[in-house]
């Protein structure tokens, strides 16, 4: 499905990129989806499945902090207070190194959680809230619905891309 360009495609893809994620990750071998990873199978950052989960839920968690404190009014320090987009492996590194040991049955309800924590904030809305580009202030040149995407669907593609090349290690 290609990039969403309205609330109905963004709730759809966000949901079956989810479910993608977590039916690929059910469906490891319970030694694969524990293991720990030493040689970037996973990316140069994650050592585990847990670690990527754990990545996706901290941007929701972001992105619902940037929503909250944008929408009052306020000027959100997207993506951090003393990161940049280009400085952006700082960050990564942090959430890696917050959750690094999470057993990834916690993760997962973590994960859940939030994911259901953003949808609610995407159904709030209407197309036109989600999809104008500088509808909102703290969005800046972009649309509220692009953050929500980077949130949702297109992470989770990257999850799935991260956490794929485990397949390979089934016998």
Known sequence: MPRPT?????????????????DFIDSLPDEI???VYKNNELNNRDK????????LHEWHIMMISWYK??????????????????TLPVLNR??????KGT??????????????????????????????????????TTS???????ATSSHYDW????IKPLKKLVK
């Open 103 to 140: 057993q990834l049955k916690k993760a997962i309800i973590m994960f859940k959680k939030s994911h259901k924590d953003v949808m609610a904030l995407i159904k709030k809305h209407s197309d036109d809230e989600l999809f104008t580009k500088k509808r909102y202030e703290w969005t800046k």
């Open 33 to 35: 989806k524990n293991g």
């Open 94 to 99: 942090r959430i890696y190194e917050k959750y």
């Open 48 to 55: 585990t499945v847990s670690d990527a989960v754990c990545h």
């Open 69 to 86: 404190i944008g929408m009052s009014g306020k000027k959100p320090a997207i993506p951090a207070e003393d990161v940049t987009w280009q």
């Open 6 to 22: 309205n609330k109905k495609e963004l709730l759809e893809l966000a949901e079956i990129n989810f479910n993608k994620l977590l």
């Open 144 to 150: 509220l619905g692009a953050y929500l995407i980077s």
């Open 159 to 162: 999850g799935l891309k991260t």
